[in-house]
């Protein structure tokens, strides 16, 4: 994948510590891209950058943030001061799935902040030097679950249709600047994602016998980076379809209909504790 190498710079990867994000910094890395990892878990950091370092002949920085917090962007700056950031992939994110009265605010709160606040942010605070530069790429990481309304998933897929439109706009903003933007509808990925959503491991091994593999995903996307505004996953061309041919009612009842199998699984998972 030489185009990656023509942004210059560090990627900065949100969420590198685990799932796609880890495999957008593996094969970054494998094309010879400096990264620049962000996420909480520092020790996991510290290991890919190991990894990454001895591998391939990059260099690799990183810093432990909560980007849900409220300085968060603020200490993502100050880490990457004087460093080129060339590609920024908004990446981290988690769901809570359940029937919507029944999720705690505070959660709601705190998905809201990551989800759609810290990419707007972060998009603020680094495409500015991009597009003075003429030269940059960002990644918005949306999902299957953010084409249509998602009951059972509501905030989550509210904040995953946000980032959709929110990449969307950018690059038809940003289009013939020397800046690319793309926008990823994973559907249905084998990464950390349903255990912090609270699944078991068991039913989330089980539910990802019929995924696409992290790495599947952060390799299409990067593939599409600077040739197409919008990466669908195979089972995200399929949401997206039913969305363009049937009545907005019809198409939230069957994502209802698949999610409410979700949310039985879900309400074991919390009934077993
Ligand atoms: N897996 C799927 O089926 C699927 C489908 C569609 C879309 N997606 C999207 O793909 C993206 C990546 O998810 P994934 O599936 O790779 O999940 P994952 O394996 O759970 O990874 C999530 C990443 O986000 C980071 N993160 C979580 N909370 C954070 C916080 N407060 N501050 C900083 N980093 C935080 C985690 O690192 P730390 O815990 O170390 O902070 C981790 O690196 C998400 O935006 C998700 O919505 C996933």
């Not at 949306?142 to 905030?155: H, K, M, Q, T, W």
């Not at 600047?177 to 990925?189: Q, S």
């Not at 349903?194 to 593999?213: H, I, L, P």
Request: charged share 25%; hydrophobic share 45%.
């Amino acid at each position: 994948m030489e185009h990656l190498k023509k942004y210059g710079g560090y990627a900065l990867i949100t969420g590198a510590s685990a799932g796609i994000g880890r495999e957008f910094a593996r094969l970054l890395a494998a094309a010879g891209v400096d990264c620049f990892l962000v996420a909480r878990r520092e020790a996991r950091l510290q290991e890919l950058q190991q990894e990454l370092e001895s591998k391939h002949q990059v260099r690799v920085k990183y810093a432990a943030v909560d980007l849900a917090a409220e300085d968060a962007i603020a200490q993502v700056q100050a880490a990457a001061a004087g460093d080129t950031i060339g590609i920024l992939i908004n990446n981290a994110g988690f769901g809570d799935g359940g029937e919507f009265q029944t999720r705690a605010p505070e959660r709601m709160e705190e998905m809201i902040r990551l989800n759609c606040l810290a990419p707007v942010l972060l998009s603020r605070a680094f495409m500015p030097a991009m597009i003075e530069r003429k030269r940059g790429a960002m990644i918005m990481v949306s999902s299957a679950l953010g084409i249509a309304p998602c009951p059972f998933e509501a905030v989550y897929g509210a904040t995953k249709a946000f980032d959709l439109s929110f990449g969307g706009a950018l690059w038809g903003e940003l289009e013939g600047t020397g800046v690319d933007v793309t926008t990823i509808c994973p559907a249905l990925t084998e990464t950390e994602f349903m255990v912090s959503e609270g699944f078991t491991e068991s039913q989330a091994k089980q539910a990802y016998r019929r995924s696409d593999s992290a790495e599947l995903i952060a390799r299409i996307t990067l593939e599409g980076l600077g040739k197409q505004p919008f990466v669908y996953a195979k089972d995200s061309k399929k949401m997206a379809m039913a969305r363009r041919v049937m009545p907005l009612p019809g198409v939230t009842r069957m994502v209802r209909g698949f999610m409410k199998r979700a949310k039985t699984a879900r309400r074991e998972a919390e009934a077993a504790g």
